[in-house]
């Protein structure tokens, strides 16, 4: 025992004098704890490797293509299959965004109608976003806008890899799987996005799904997806304790009339619109750099107010937070089994 | 029929501050010298222990004072199964002042010098299980500007020395980002005040000092690395700090933290730039607190 405890004090007093910092503890627990999810072996087959990475929406835009593959049709039903159980249909109405940041009654609105639509039923995980890091995304230019090009290379995990900022060695935390792939940019989340074949939810169309404020004469908007009033127990924010990301599956009570499950708390979603709002002296609210909006609030949102359906705020399309995540949206056109096309 | 014999007791008048020890008259609302409230004095009489000072101390606008309000807000909501009860409706005017401002997406205005201006909380605050030890804490919200100036010249703000040596333990705050941009002046600071720090809290000079520091890398939103790694982002970045620790602290941390989730910038009625916070997400807030309090 007492050689055991010597030798520890030795070692750390060892790696001060060689300049290593001793590691954090809670790193040090953190990095032994990480299990890397393992690798998946790849189909050949072009139309089912497709289906396998999840791009469902990519086989169906291309349905006369891939139809005349041996077995495509099979994979197409599969794909639409797929599809429907895993979107869900917004239907049209009319959303009111606030134009000032205060939001306070009777500052500026734009109403602003909203087309019926098709969004994903859950954030996108870990384990979807790693197929989209092992076929190489980070490389495929396609999927970027060119203004990011040049950063690229800075959108790595904690080791240095391509990938989401808190991952290892390309590698999601198989913990995790389940989870909402969090610590990705906005350009990451719109190039996975462009890559399956679907898009980012415009900020209307988030709030939408929300607060469910159809055209009709009731004029009901919700201010929860489940209601109008806060309830701890739906949702995933600072007040639920969980202290942190939990499945994308859960809270299922808290799920929209839809079955669209936490639109608000677990993590903020990205859109696809430039958060743009006014101070109260009306000059523009900037960020140190472009930003786009973030809605639904997070684990670690500690004023409840801030994770409503309408709640508007933004985030640095660069940033790369660890209570960040995106779900994917479709046109209700591309739908063709739905549309019967 | 015996006459009771009557006992004078001799009543006092005075009364010493907890902080600086200065007498003042019983009905007095603030010491006349340091300004803390007699009623933390009054509160302290009741307990047949010595309140313990948890100082929380660092640069102007390097956010001390949204730092405390959250760290006391959250104590109140039982964070962590923590369980904080204010002695005094004065301690709670620091956490309501602050979120009140956070919630209308904006930061609370900067602590004023003078002394008067100054929130005092007082807090029993205790893990919620048995036998858990209660602490009774005392947090002044200190105007970065004093500690500035009483670090450059000491007894400017004879508050803050009596404050530093009465601390059972210090959470320092460094501005992560500013280091983070490559600024050598949180660095400077940060040695400077805990060389001050060293000061008037060592007991012998030869030895290591055994009060607690937390060093907390704070806007640390602005800075990723700060929470992957806030030792080894203090050793690469704020190195005099790190050398210094290393040598005259026998307990020191580093921590980050952050209370806003992401920053925009707008103006005021004069037209001057002002940031607001769009929306909170305070990380790392309790944990070097927890650290401090379990040195203790």
């Given at each position: 025992?007492?050689?055991?405890?010597?030798?520890?004090?030795?070692?750390?007093?060892?790696?001060?004098?060689?300049?290593?910092?001793?590691?954090?503890?809670?790193?040090?627990?953190?990095?032994?704890?990480?299990?890397?999810?393992?690798?998946?072996?790849?189909?050949?087959?072009?139309?089912?490797?497709?289906?396998?990475?999840?791009?469902?929406?990519?086989?169906?835009?291309?349905?006369?293509?891939?139809?005349?593959?041996?077995?495509?049709?099979?994979?197409?039903?599969?794909?639409?299959?797929?599809?429907?159980?895993?979107?869900?249909?917004?239907?049209?109405?009319?959303?009111?965004?606030?134009?000032?940041?205060?939001?306070?009654?009777?500052?500026?609105?734009?109403?602003?109608?909203?087309?019926?639509?098709?969004?994903?039923?859950?954030?996108?995980?870990?384990?979807?976003?790693?197929?989209?890091?092992?076929?190489?995304?980070?490389?495929?230019?396609?999927?970027?806008?060119?203004?990011?090009?040049?950063?690229?290379?800075?959108?790595?995990?904690?080791?240095?890899?391509?990938?989401?900022?808190?991952?290892?060695?390309?590698?999601?935390?198989?913990?995790?799987?389940?989870?909402?792939?969090?610590?990705?940019?906005?350009?990451?989340?719109?190039?996975?996005?462009?890559?399956?074949?679907?898009?980012?939810?415009?900020?209307?169309?988030?709030?939408?799904?929300?607060?469910?404020?159809?055209?009709?004469?009731?004029?009901?908007?919700?201010?929860?997806?489940?209601?109008?009033?806060?309830?701890?127990?739906?949702?995933?924010?600072?007040?639920?304790?969980?202290?942190?990301?939990?499945?994308?599956?859960?809270?299922?009570?808290?799920?929209?009339?839809?079955?669209?499950?936490?639109?608000?708390?677990?993590?903020?979603?990205?859109?696809?619109?430039?958060?743009?709002?006014?101070?109260?002296?009306?000059?523009?609210?900037v960020g140190e750099m472009p930003m786009y909006v973030v809605r639904g609030g997070a684990f670690d949102t500690y004023f409840e107010a801030q994770a409503t359906s309408h709640f508007r705020t933004g985030q640095i399309a660069l940033a790369r937070a660890q209570n960040t995540g995106f779900r994917c949206a479709m046109d209700l056109s591309e739908a063709s089994w739905i549309n019967g096309? | 029929?015996?006459?009771?014999?009557?006992?004078?007791?001799?009543?006092?008048?005075?009364?010493?501050?907890?902080?600086?020890?200065?007498?003042?008259?019983?009905?007095?609302?603030?010491?006349?010298?340091?300004?803390?409230?007699?009623?933390?004095?009054?509160?302290?009489?009741?307990?047949?222990?010595?309140?313990?000072?948890?100082?929380?101390?660092?640069?102007?606008?390097?956010?001390?004072?949204?730092?405390?309000?959250?760290?006391?807000?959250?104590?109140?909501?039982?964070?962590?199964?923590?369980?904080?009860?204010?002695?005094?409706?004065?301690?709670?005017?620091?956490?309501?002042?602050?979120?009140?401002?956070?919630?209308?997406?904006?930061?609370?205005?900067?602590?004023?010098?003078?002394?008067?201006?100054?929130?005092?909380?007082?807090?029993?605050?205790?893990?919620?299980?048995?036998?858990?030890?209660?602490?009774?804490?005392?947090?002044?919200?200190?105007?970065?500007?004093?500690?500035?100036?009483?670090?450059?010249?000491?007894?400017?703000?004879?508050?803050?020395?009596?404050?530093?040596?009465?601390?059972?333990?210090?959470?320092?705050?460094?501005?992560?980002?500013?280091?983070?941009?490559?600024?050598?002046?949180?660095?400077?600071?940060?040695?400077?005040?805990?060389?001050?720090?060293?000061?008037?809290?060592?007991?012998?000079?030869?030895?290591?000092?055994?009060?607690?520091?937390?060093?907390?890398?704070?806007?640390?939103?602005?800075?990723?690395?700060?929470?992957?790694?806030?030792?080894?982002?203090?050793?690469?970045?704020?190195?005099?700090?790190?050398?210094?620790?290393?040598?005259?602290?026998?307990?020191?941390?580093?921590?980050?933290?952050?209370?806003?989730?992401?920053?925009?910038?707008?103006?005021?009625?004069?037209?001057?730039?002002?940031?607001?916070?769009?929306?909170?997400?305070?990380?790392?807030?309790?944990?070097?607190?927890?650290?401090?309090?379990?040195?203790?």
């Amino acid at each position: 025992m007492t050689l055991r405890l010597f030798t520890r004090k030795k070692a750390g007093h060892q790696a001060r004098r060689n300049g290593r910092v001793p590691v954090h503890p809670s790193l040090e627990t953190q990095s032994a704890k990480y299990q890397p999810a393992p690798y998946e072996s790849v189909e050949d087959d072009k139309i089912k490797r497709n289906f396998q990475q999840g791009r469902f929406a990519m086989i169906l835009r291309d349905e006369q293509k891939w139809g005349a593959y041996s077995g495509g049709g099979e994979v197409i039903g599969n794909a639409k299959r797929e599809l429907e159980q895993r979107m869900a249909l917004v239907p049209a109405g009319t959303i009111a965004i606030a134009q000032t940041l205060s939001a306070a009654p009777g500052s500026a609105e734009e109403e602003i109608a909203v087309e019926p639509f098709l969004l994903d039923v859950h954030t996108v995980t870990h384990a979807r976003y790693q197929k989209f890091v092992d076929a190489g995304g980070y490389d495929a230019l396609e999927y970027w806008p060119e203004e990011i090009w040049p950063h690229l290379i800075e959108l790595k995990d904690l080791t240095g890899q391509p990938g989401p900022r808190l991952w290892r060695q390309a590698r999601h935390d198989s913990r995790l799987a389940d989870h909402p792939v969090v610590g990705v940019s906005w350009y990451e989340a719109q190039a996975y996005a462009l890559w399956i074949g679907q898009r980012l939810p415009s900020e209307v169309e988030w709030e939408m799904a929300a607060s469910w404020h159809l055209n009709n004469s009731t004029d009901m908007m919700r201010r929860f997806p489940w209601g109008d009033a806060m309830d701890k127990k739906r949702c995933n924010i600072w007040s639920s304790r969980a202290g942190g990301t939990i499945p994308v599956g859960e809270y299922s009570h808290g799920a929209a009339p839809n079955h669209v499950l936490q639109l608000v708390g677990n993590v903020w979603e990205w859109t696809d619109t430039e958060f743009a709002v006014t101070d109260d002296y009306g000059g523009p609210v900037v960020g140190e750099m472009p930003m786009y909006v973030v809605r639904g609030g997070a684990f670690d949102t500690y004023f409840e107010a801030q994770a409503t359906s309408h709640f508007r705020t933004g985030q640095i399309a660069l940033a790369r937070a660890q209570n960040t995540g995106f779900r994917c949206a479709m046109d209700l056109s591309e739908a063709s089994w739905i549309n019967g096309s | 029929m015996t006459r009771m014999a009557t006992i004078t007791l001799p009543k006092k008048t005075t009364l010493p501050c907890l902080i600086c020890e200065t007498q003042n008259q019983l009905e007095t609302l603030v010491c006349s010298t340091c300004g803390a409230p007699m009623a933390l004095i009054h509160e302290a009489l009741l307990l047949d222990r010595d309140p313990c000072i948890v100082t929380v101390v660092g640069d102007s606008n390097v956010g001390k004072t949204v730092y405390l309000g959250m760290l006391l807000d959250m104590l109140s909501k039982r964070a962590e199964d923590f369980e904080a009860v204010p002695k005094g409706a004065y301690s709670v005017n620091l956490q309501h002042t602050v979120i009140s401002y956070l919630s209308n997406r904006q930061f609370p205005p900067k602590t004023a010098m003078e002394i008067d201006d100054w929130h005092w909380a007082y807090y029993q605050v205790a893990r919620r299980k048995f036998g858990a030890k209660i602490y009774d804490l005392v947090m002044p919200d200190m105007a970065g500007e004093a500690i500035a100036a009483e670090v450059a010249n000491p007894k400017t703000f004879t508050v803050i020395r009596s404050l530093l040596e009465k601390s059972a333990g210090a959470i320092l705050l460094v501005d992560g980002a500013l280091a983070a941009a490559g600024s050598p002046q949180p660095d400077f600071f940060a040695l400077k005040l805990m060389t001050y720090l060293d000061g008037v809290m060592a007991s012998k000079r030869m030895s290591r000092l055994d009060t607690p520091v937390a060093v907390v890398l704070s806007k640390a939103d602005y800075c990723p690395a700060c929470f992957d790694d806030p030792r080894g982002f203090a050793q690469t970045n704020l190195n005099r700090l790190w050398n210094l620790c290393e040598s005259r602290f026998a307990h020191f941390e580093f921590f980050a933290a952050t209370v806003v989730g992401a920053l925009g910038y707008g103006s005021d009625e004069s037209r001057n730039v002002v940031p607001y916070p769009l929306h909170i997400a305070p990380r790392g807030i309790l944990e070097p607190f927890e650290w401090v309090l379990s040195k203790l």
